[in-house]
């Protein structure tokens, strides 16, 4: 198939990828709490998007070896590409992140605390951190939402001190992976606490590292 048939295929693929972003921006401008329609439309987007993106890798590949393509073309076509690519991993993204949130469930199931006494002097709550069953992050970005997702119920409960909220940290982040050596180069108190989940978020959870990160995973698929 030469490269204008398969443009002719691309146009109405495009067209259908484009009214599923927007049906998943209006999903989530009207902030839609119903976690299997999230879901739905997560599989929904990969799925219009890998159509598009498989059309789009056979352009590319064939322009790429034809000697009448100029750079300037050439250039064109891909900075179209990367502008589709760019707005899919945007809006997974955020579709993913309101998921994780809403999944407060299965959250809860990680989250079963014991309460082990009451300090008689500030009432704050003390728990034996080995309860606690928690994923462990090791550094991988692409796993970095669904980790997040879990461990800021932790990290926003205002009944936890920081000291126990670090040792949390330690306890959900895997041994001797990149995480772990992060959390670690910080004394365990609660006085560092907050700067080590900075930094954590700084190395691993940054929206341009997450939106890369997926964009290198879909044009390996």
Known sequence: MDVESIKKLRTPTRSNF??????????????IEDTDVLAAQIVLLEQKFKEL???DT?????????TTCTQENFDLEYEAITAYE????????KLQRRLNTLEKPKQENCYNRTVIKEASDN???KFKLPELELKQFNGNIKEWLQWWGQYK???????????????????????GSPARQLVESFPPSGQNYEEAVKCLKQGFGRDDLLIE????SFRLS
């Open 123 to 125: 009432c704050n709550r």
């Open 18 to 31: 484009t009214r599923a972003l927007n049906k998943v921006s209006d999903i989530l401008d009207k902030k």
């Open 58 to 66: 056979k352009i590319l590949a064939i322009l790429q070896n034809d």
């Open 53 to 55: 993106n498989d059309l």
């Open 213 to 216: 990160v997926y964009k290198i």
């Open 86 to 93: 760019d707005r899919f991993l945007e809006t997974e993204t």
């Open 153 to 175: 119920k932790i990290h926003e409960d205002s009944d936890i001190v920081d000291d126990d909220k670090f040792q949390y940290l330690i306890q959900s982040t895997l041994k």
